[in-house]
């Protein structure tokens, strides 16, 4: 069945890096687009960053442009999002989504806590 399991979420000080990865299994990832979305407490869910099934084009919401970092291997079935320079306003539970067409599938959250 499709799977979709993040890691990497943690507690970091402002201005800290962190690196989160999501494995993909029982679907075609490569033909699919990913993203990474986050939930902060009390907030709707919003869309972090996209990249594309083949061309890996990016695309980011502005609150994180110039400081995270989507990416993803076709080979291995895994996404990352790679994080730095991170400020207290990125804490949420982020989650990675794969989509193609109407179809999708969603994780199950990893928590990243900036705070010092």
Known sequence: QVQLVESG??????????R????????????YVMSWYRQAPAKERELV???????????YADSVKGRFTISRDNVKNMLYLQMNSLKPEDTAVYYCRGGRGKIESWGQGTQVTVSS
């Open 49 to 59: 960053a996209t990249i594309s099934s083949i061309y890996g084009n990016t695309n």
């Open 9 to 18: 979420g943690g507690l970091v000080q402002p201005g800290g890096s962190l």
């Open 20 to 31: 989160l990865s999501c494995a993909a299994s029982g679907f075609t990832f490569s033909s």
